[in-house]
């Protein structure tokens, strides 16, 4: 069961503390991966971990923004002081959650362009919600496309993961890597940190703007 949210600060303290941990853990298995230190894990095993990492991550960032637009929608106040006003006029965070969702079987938080059109519809000028996911759009689908194609392996998700090696490349490969050893490859924007770093400090990034 959800925990009700009362400010915008809790789930954006869980989202950097939980990436920050699951950091930590793609470093120790960089650590078990050379063997410098302990049992030696294999190429293959560190593939699989990246891509849960990953996964974990995304989940993680999911909840968060889920957790956000209900708050801002109760007219929670971002960390800058501005003032969000409302379409709606819940009794609590989880009556919020139920009037967007409506006869809706769930509710996707994980579209870019869903939740920019739900942040138009239910808070005014789409403050502080649109912003800063229009700006980021593109990474926000890319996430969303390798997200999916980790979970199913599909031949929609695979086309979609075409996309995101597109982007890296500026050319499909011949030879397809598995998401995992993209994860690891050198961001082509960002040489220092590897696409697994990049993509989890933007979702930390995306998040203290949003809040």
């Not at 708050?71 to 919020?96: I, M, N, T, W």
């Not at 082509?188 to 703007?209: C, E, P, S, V």
């Amino acid at each position: 069961m959800r925990i009700p949210r009362r400010k915008v600060s809790a789930p954006y303290t869980d989202l950097v503390s939980e990436i920050d941990r699951l950091l930590r853990l793609d470093e120790a298995n960089q650590v078990a991966f050379s063997g410098t230190r302990g049992p030696r894990i294999t190429r293959h095993q560190l593939h699989l971990m990246t891509e849960s990492i990953f996964v974990a991550a995304f989940r993680m960032y999911e909840g968060f923004i889920s957790d956000v637009f209900l708050l801002y929608c109760l007219e929670k106040r971002p960390r800058s002081g501005r003032r969000v006003k409302s379409f709606l006029q819940p009794k609590d965070f989880f009556h919020a959650g139920s009037l967007i969702q409506s006869s809706m079987p769930f509710l996707d938080w994980t579209s870019p362009a869903t939740v920019i059109k739900r942040a138009e519809t239910y808070l005014s000028s789409g403050f502080p919600i649109k912003l800063p996911y229009t700006s980021h759009k593109e990474i926000l689908e890319d996430l969303k496309r390798l997200r999916n194609h980790i979970a199913h392996d599909s031949w929609e998700s695979l086309n979609g993961y075409k996309i995101v090696l597109k982007r890296h490349y500026l050319t499909i490969p011949l030879i397809l890597p598995a998401p995992g050893e993209f994860l690891l490859l050198p961001n082509r924007t960002d040489a220092a940190r590897y696409n697994l770093q990049f993509y989890l400090d933007t979702m930390k990034d995306i998040g203290g703007q949003i809040t």
